[in-house]
């Protein structure tokens, strides 16, 4: 199974353990989403932990999905890390990790991922899509995290 991986690195002007409390907390994945997807957490648990299970309910390409996710690392304030249980890829891994910087935090993002299809697949279709969705979340996270 071929693998993929999406890196991204976004500094913000807040502490660490203010940045760290937003993602650790599922509502706001929402806020950080692009409406097209149609995303909303349906399940979620009252508090992030590792082995927490979370269940969204989105659409890719107007298609339905439901994306089940298991948290398998849990690190805070430092980062967390969780991968997709039932959804639409073959494999999915998302390492968030956060650290202080220049009286900010830097957060980080490693996604790790397979699709069916491969490199052709991907290239066409999965690759620019992930990219304008972390375009999108880089953006309202710059505009969240700035505001006074």
């Not at 690195?9 to 997807?37: A, C, G």
């Not at 309910?57 to 805070?76: A, F, G, M, Y």
């Not at 069916?116 to 279709?125: A, D, Q, S, T």
Request: net charge positive; hydrophobic share 35%; proline share 6%.
């Amino acid at each position: 199974m071929k693998t993929f991986t999406l890196r991204r690195s976004l500094w913000v002007p807040k502490p660490l353990e203010e940045v760290f409390s937003f993602f650790s907390d599922v509502r706001n994945l929402e806020r950080i989403t692009p409406k097209w997807l149609n995303f909303r957490s349906v399940d979620r648990p009252e508090t992030m932990a590792e082995g927490a299970h979370i269940e969204h309910k989105l659409k890719i390409r107007c298609v339905p999905v439901t994306w089940v996710s298991e948290i398998i690392q849990w690190d805070p304030p430092y980062g967390f890390v969780d991968e997709q249980r039932k959804g639409p890829y073959r494999f999915w891994r998302h390492e968030h990790s956060f650290r202080e910087e220049r009286d900010g935090t830097v957060c980080e993002d490693v996604v790790k991922y397979a699709v069916l299809g491969g490199e052709i697949v991907n290239r066409l279709f999965i690759a620019p899509d992930l990219k304008k969705i972390f375009d999108y979340r880089q953006d309202k996270l710059k505009k969240i995290f700035t505001r006074s």
